[in-house]
């Protein structure tokens, strides 16, 4: 569950800044930034995507996800992801509906082998909500991705 759940907060990042971008551009961007932070094990990058009212299909709360993000960070001495975004849809200003599915591997920190990685991909539903100018995770749900 950890794994599942940091890899959550580990897809997305914070929102780039400069030029005026519509909805699904700043999405775009989200995700890739948070991709820079999650391989650059940036904990407070990471946790600034968290809203405060964030609430996951596990039942956690920001806290919760928090931990578990810093304890994967901790846990993990590099990180390494694939993100592709499957769809976007924008079903009212500042709310936003993401699918995107992560390949994720990692070598633990505690492995003495080199090849002792840990790998998983994972399909993730998010809903984010654009509060003060900033894209914020409020809802998560995730599965592991099956081959067609």
């Known amino acids: 569950m950890l794994r599942r759940i940091a890899c959550l907060l580990l897809c997305l990042a914070l929102p780039g800044c400069g030029r005026e971008t519509g909805p699904e551009e700043e999405l775009r961007g989200v995700v890739a930034a948070a991709e820079e932070a999650a391989e650059a094990r940036d904990a407070a990058a990471l946790f600034e995507l968290i809203a405060a009212d964030y609430r996951d299909g596990q039942g956690n709360g920001a806290e919760e996800i928090r ?48 090849w002792d990685l840990a790998a998983d991909v994972y399909e993730f539903d998010l809903t984010l909500a654009r509060e003060a100018g900033a894209w914020q995770v409020t809802r998560a749900d995730w599965r592991r991705a099956v081959a067609d």
């Open 67 to 114: 931990r578990y993000v810093r304890g994967y960070l901790v846990a993990h001495q590099s990180i390494h992801l694939l993100v592709r975004i499957d769809k976007i849809e924008l079903p009212a200003t500042g709310l936003a509906r993401l699918r995107a599915t992560v390949g994720m591997l990692g070598q633990e920190t505690d492995s003495a082998a080199a």
